[in-house]
């Protein structure tokens, strides 16, 4: 059994992979996940994915992938953030949300959903419109799936070993429990292609972090609050 997990960027996937990682092999967007784009037809893309997974083991994949979802066996996990939390995380940084958007762009501008597709809804007035309408992209490719569980982002923040547990009952899986306190993404757990160690060295030097720290509030941004709306009418088009 494969077991998968796919998110919207920025919402704890790090995080969760590294406090499953004491209940099975875990490995955080290795270097092969991130040459998927090299590949262009659905068959090959397979191929490159099958050939690379390992039985038993939990893969993260990059936030651009989840167009890839269809073509990957086993169980799989979504984290995200609810779409106004994503935005805000999106417009605090700049990096965020350009350097994400330009990454997104490069590998999965050609698989747009359908269902999106359908909609006609792709010309924006702003990298944060563009965003949001990768954001529904992801939720739609994530709601194809059967064999999945969706975890909120401020659940996860606010008791991550429940929702570790939750995920564990349904891998099927004994869920050993354990506390993180710091930043995983500061250790470098990404992009590496051996399953995470949290007994590494570098943690030890780490400064401590609260994950509800990273919860995050309604906001009442009147650009995000219109992105939400415009959101939202295209997911209730296609989702009800």
Known sequence: MNYSIFHTSHC?????????????PTITEPRWSHQI??????????????????????????????????????KKVFVYRKLNH?????????????NNLNYIEDCGKDYIHP????????????????????????????????DIIFVDTNELFENPNRECEQICDFFGIKYNPININFNVKKARLNHNDYPIRL???????????????????DSDDKEIVYLCKKAVKHLFKYTL
């Open 86 to 98: 994503h935005l805000q995380k999106m417009v605090s940084n700049p990096e965020y949300l350009h």
């Open 199 to 217: 007994d590494n060295k570098m943690m030890r030097n780490i400064v401590p972090e609260n994950p509800k720290n990273h919860i995050m509030k």
């Open 12 to 24: 704890g996937s790090t995080l969760l992979a590294a406090l499953l990682s004491q209940s099975l």
């Open 115 to 146: 269902k999106l597709k359908e909609s006609k809804w792709g010309k924006f007035k702003s990298d944060l419109e563009k965003q949001a309408y990768y954001w529904v992209q992801r939720y739609f490719y994530m709601k194809d799936e059967r």
């Open 37 to 74: 784009k090299n590949h262009k037809s659905k068959e090959d893309i397979k191929k490159h994915i099958e050939s690379n997974l390992i039985d038993g083991q939990l893969t993260k994949y990059s936030s651009a992938y989840t167009h890839v979802a269809p073509l990957v066996s086993g």
